[in-house]
């Protein structure tokens, strides 16, 4: 039977590293180590890859199977469960169990496999719409419930299996088949979103920079719990370079804030630009001097802060024009999990009075004799 | 003072007052003390939606009726022998059910001018002789109680809601009722407040001696044991016994239990239930919506687990599209659906049995599944384990029809013996690589809708089972091994195979039983769930009067049994009685071309067996 997770390691800011075994990732402590060394190839499945030339869900793909084997875990302890949409086909393309859902319901389905089966890597795949419209109820209590999944959200901030409708990422203003007059509502920031919802880890990489989306993988499995990772991914057909400005190499260098944990937050061409908190909370752009003084005001990041306040802060940088766009872990804080919490109930129940009595069960309270 | 006791085969009994007045506690109690002393019986509670709907209101009227008896009975009556009425509010909402010479205790204490005009009395029914057709028993029950509890250091309040304790007691003394389970119950439920518990335990008390030594009641009544088959017994609601019928059926599979769930009158005490079953190791999720609830039981079902979802018609909606998903993907699923009053949300604590046509047919696409329906509160355990056997053997959705009068009401039920209940590990077992069908091997990839030949279930492969690693979803898969397709061939196909899969269940679950005694009858009744009572009770009243009439109830609604179609064909006439405007009627002649005589009320409230009686004299007759 699963055990709930014993807490080691903690680094003094309510973090934990990694759990019981050496290099062993935080989400995988109770699920079984792979019995021989796996490579890519073994996570790819039989089925022709089919979407659309030029989409950044290859690119997603690619760098998630050739991240799997560093996960160490036998290919059928690893469930990978998505919604409808593009990025949600992805699960056939993968060599592992697979469950390919209803529209906005992966993290629900999820939960209740995560929960019953805690031997198990679960990854919930969807997209901004999937899981921000039709699904977003089920994304944030699955966030707030702190259950062991990882979700990776596709950004593509547009409809594209349905052929080209605005999404609730999509700029207020948009000009769609279903909006010929511009779009009227204001799109979520998903990374506000989560951090509203208490996500535990949070995080944002970018389809086209296999390195960091790479490295983002793997401190989201090193997160017990729910890790939220928004994956800024281009559409070619329906919304061709709607990440431009943080993707172009020309530009992004100009737009891309890359944070690291405990490093100075510094960007620019030559990193002469860096961020501090303005007098009302929020974040602002500051020089930083060119004699490389120091300045106490600059921001060092904290991902592993109590307070998901500064983050907040981080995730609201980020506008429409991408002018400055953080990328890398916001958040990850450790919080028990829904599910170890839930084993937790079990063993205190069994261990206090012992496994239910069946016969006990039904025969209740009052009870009488006849014949 | 000596009374005269008079021998009673039956009674019916109904307490009547404001939602706040504690009338489903007293109800309860005595329903208790009356199992434990050995009659047959059967509730029904009714109560309002709204958890304190003004004071005094007819809105806010709560009752709790009672039938019991020294025989076997089948509902909880048509016709109160007594009404204990709290206040104006509930005499005048329950006086129409009442019949001439029934005995009425009312609370004079509360039929004040304010009171009585909120109702709309111009005159105090107690005292302007229009109930003089009743036998009246008017009583300041609420100052008495206080004046008893004088000597506690309790508050005013606190002393007048101990009024319904003393009704009990009263009750309890005039049908001679055992009070040690009370005394016991009220021990515990006011443990940590001594006080009270002595305040309630004394109002109980002075209620019962009240009955003795007055000369409000000169016949003290008796009723005698009933004989029932011998065994262990207790009195149990349908939905304590869906919980534990569930738990029960888990543990004969061998397999871990998911509950995922929304909150909904009248399934919440489901959830309630099995909320506190952590030592059996049963998992209960409440989940943020009704969609939610259903999905992660089918998560934990992929996973390999009992997965269960619990709701009433509004959720069935909601669930629908992934009940839908658990056909296609063709894993065992429990959805208990404890029906009520609709449409939309409609009459949330009354009872209603249309759901039928949704369970049947209310999804997109053929998503053809099993549907099964309890006939009593007890036979609510035995559904569970039959949902659960064809669950996990076909590798289907089951929805249970129950409703809201079967999941409040109760009866005596026998108790098992575990000995005897069925091993469902025997029903299934879960797939490994190498088997035949199925493969899973190097050289033949596993094929995850390679299916049975004798069931057609295809394989329960789970998570953690190497060499099974499968990819399925909502899309149309290719028969046998799984994968993505849109061939019109394979399509057609599919379809048919689910049904298929479906219809074979038949040859699975027991013929359709007729009760014929007279073995000459032309005339039919029919009915499925929680009519079985009232149809039975009518068809009874019917043979007594002369009448020759076969009854037939149905458990299993999709598939029907196999020999349905020639029951229907041996009779002149056949009556379905429904509480709807005529669903399975509906089906009934849709599929087997029969000319079915429906006879619908659609009330909130079971059928009465003397309407029915008539009804079904009346087909005699014509026929």
């Known amino acids: ?371 | 003072m000596t009374k005269q006791v008079q021998q009673l085969d039956q009674v019916i009994i109904r307490f009547a007052g404001d939602s706040g007045d504690g009338m489903q506690l007293a109800g309860d109690r005595f329903t208790q003390e009356t199992a434990s002393f050995g009659n047959d019986l059967s509730t029904l509670p009714n109560f309002p939606a709204e958890i304190r709907a003004p004071a005094g209101t007819l809105p806010g009227v709560s009752s709790f009726q009672l039938h019991f008896a020294d025989h076997d009975i089948l509902t909880p009556g048509d016709a109160p022998d007594v009404l204990v009425a709290m206040n104006p509010a509930a005499l005048k909402a329950n006086l129409d059910d009442l019949p001439r010479g029934a005995d009425i205790i009312a609370n004079t204490d509360e039929f004040t001018r304010r009171n009585l005009a909120k109702v709309g009395y111009d005159a105090n029914p107690l005292e302007d002789g229009s109930l003089d057709g009743y036998q009246l028993h008017a009583i300041p029950i609420t100052s008495v109680t206080v004046k008893a509890l004088e000597g506690y250091d309790i508050s005013k309040k606190d002393a007048e809601r101990a009024k319904n304790m003393f009704s009990l007691g009263m009750l309890c003394w005039l049908y001679n009722r055992p009070a040690d389970g009370t005394l016991r119950f009220l021990e515990s439920k006011f443990a940590s407040k001594p006080e009270i518990m002595k305040a309630n335990i004394t109002a109980f008390q002075a209620g019962w001696n009240y009955g003795e030594t007055t000369e409000e009641f000169s016949v003290q009544y008796e009723i005698k044991p009933a004989t029932l088959p011998p065994g262990q017994y207790r009195n149990i609601t349908g939905n304590t016994a869906l919980a534990n019928g569930l738990v029960t059926a888990a543990k004969l599979a061998g397999l871990q239990m998911f509950l995922g769930s929304y909150p909904i009158t009248p399934a919440s005490d489901i959830l309630h239930e099995l909320s506190k079953y952590k030592r059996f190791g049963i998992r209960t999720f409440q989940a943020e919506d009704e969609i939610s609830g259903v999905g992660a039981a089918l998560g934990a079902a992929f996973g390999g687990a009992l997965g269960v979802t619990s709701t009433s018609g509004p959720g069935m909606c909601l669930k629908a599209e992934t009940i839908g998903l658990a056909s296609a993907v063709e894993l065992p699923l429990i959805v208990c659906d404890i029906q009520r009053a609709g449409p939309s949300t409609g009459m949330p604590t009354k009872t209603e049995q249309a759901d039928l046509l949704m369970a049947l047919y209310g999804r997109n696409g053929e998503s053809p599944l099993v549907v099964i329906a309890p006939a009593t509160p007890g036979d609510c355990f035995t559904t569970a384990l039959e949902a659960t056997r064809i669950a996990v053997k076909y590798r289907t959705p089951v929805i249970i029809l129950s409703d809201g009068y079967l999941a409040n009401g109760s009866e005596p039920w026998r108790i098992p013996d575990l000995a005897e209940l069925p091993d469902l590990r025997a029903e299934f077992s879960f797939a490994t690589a190498n088997q035949t069908p199925g493969g899973g091997t190097e050289s033949e990839p596993f094929m995850p809708y390679r299916r049975d030949p004798l069931t057609l279930a295809r394989p329960w492969a789970i998570p953690g089972t190497p060499g099974l690693e499968h990819r399925i979803g909502g899309i149309e898969k290719a028969d046998g091994i799984g994968t993505i397709s849109y061939d019109p061939d394979n399509h057609d196909k599919m379809v048919r195979l689910r049904q298929a899969k479906i219809d074979g269940i038949a040859a699975d679950i027991p013929p359709l039983e007729v009760d014929d005694p007279d073995g000459d009858a032309r005339v039919l009744v029919l009915g499925w769930g929680s009519t079985f009572g009232s149809i039975g009770a009518a068809v009874r009243r019917v043979r007594l009067a002369g009448g020759s009439v076969a009854q037939a109830h149905l458990r299993h609604l999709s598939p029907f049994p196999a020999n349905l179609g020639d029951v229907l064909k041996q009779y002149d006439k056949v009556l379905v009685p429904e509480i709807n405007t005529g669903q399975l009627a509906l089906v009934l002649r849709g599929r087997y071309l029969i000319d079915v005589i429906s006879y619908n009320r659609v009330r909130g409230l079971p059928f009465r067996a003397a309407e029915l009686c008539g009804v079904i004299q009346d087909v005699i007759f014509n026929a």
């Open chain 1, 1 to 371: 039977m699963p055990r709930p997770l014993d807490v080691e390691g903690a680094n003094g800011e309510g973090h934990v590293s990694s759990g019981n075994g050496a290099g062993r990732l935080s989400s995988l402590t109770l699920v079984p180590r792979a019995d021989q060394q796996l490579n890519t190839k073994d996570f790819k499945s039989d089925q022709e890859v089919r979407w659309c030339p030029g989409c950044g869900d290859y690119a997603i793909l690619a760098a998630f199977q050739s991240f799997l084997p560093e996960l160490d875990v036998p290919r059928e302890n690893l469930v990978i469960i998505s919604g409808i949409g593009c990025s949600s086909r992805l699960p056939y393309y993968v060599n592992s169990y697979g469950l390919h859902s209803i529209h906005g319901r992966a993290p629900a389905i999820a939960t209740g496999l995560a929960t019953s089966r805690q031997d198990l890597s679960l990854w919930v795949i969807t997209g901004d719409g999937d899981a921000l419209s039709i699904g977003g109820n089920h994304l944030i209590h699955a966030l707030r419930r702190n259950v062991n999944i990882k979700i990776l959200l596709f950004n593509n901030r547009i409809y594209g299996l349905t052929k080209g409708q605005y999404s609730p990422t999509s700029e207020q203003g948009k000009v769609t088949k279903s909006t010929p007059f511009g779009s009227l509502d204001t799109p979520f920031n998903p990374l506000s979103l989560a951090l509203g919802a208490e996500a535990s880890f949070v995080a944002r990489t970018i389809d086209s920079d296999r390195k960091h989306l790479t490295s983002v993988l793997r401190a989201a499995a090193d997160h017990r719990g729910t890790a939220f990772v928004e994956i800024y991914q281009n559409c070619p057909i329906f919304n061709d370079d709607a990440f431009a400005p943080v993707t172009e190499p020309g530009a992004r260098d100009e737009h891309v804030i890359r944070l690291e944990h405990g490093q100075p937050v510094k960007f620019g061409p030559s990193g002469e630009r860096g961020l501090r908190f303005s007098p009302v909370g929020s974040l602002e752009v500051v020089p930083v001097p060119a004699d490389g003084s120091q300045d106490s005001s600059l921001l060092v990041h904290n991902a592993h802060a109590a307070d998901p306040s500064y983050a907040f802060a981080l995730s609201r940088l980020d506008s429409v024009d991408m002018a400055h766009t953080p990328i890398g872990i916001f958040r990850d804080v450790e919080r028990q999990t829904y599910d170890d919490a839930m084993s937790s109930q079990i063993d205190a129940a069994r261990a206090k009075r012992g496994d239910g009595d069946l016969a006990a069960l039904l025969a209740g309270g009052d009870t009488w004799r006849v014949g």
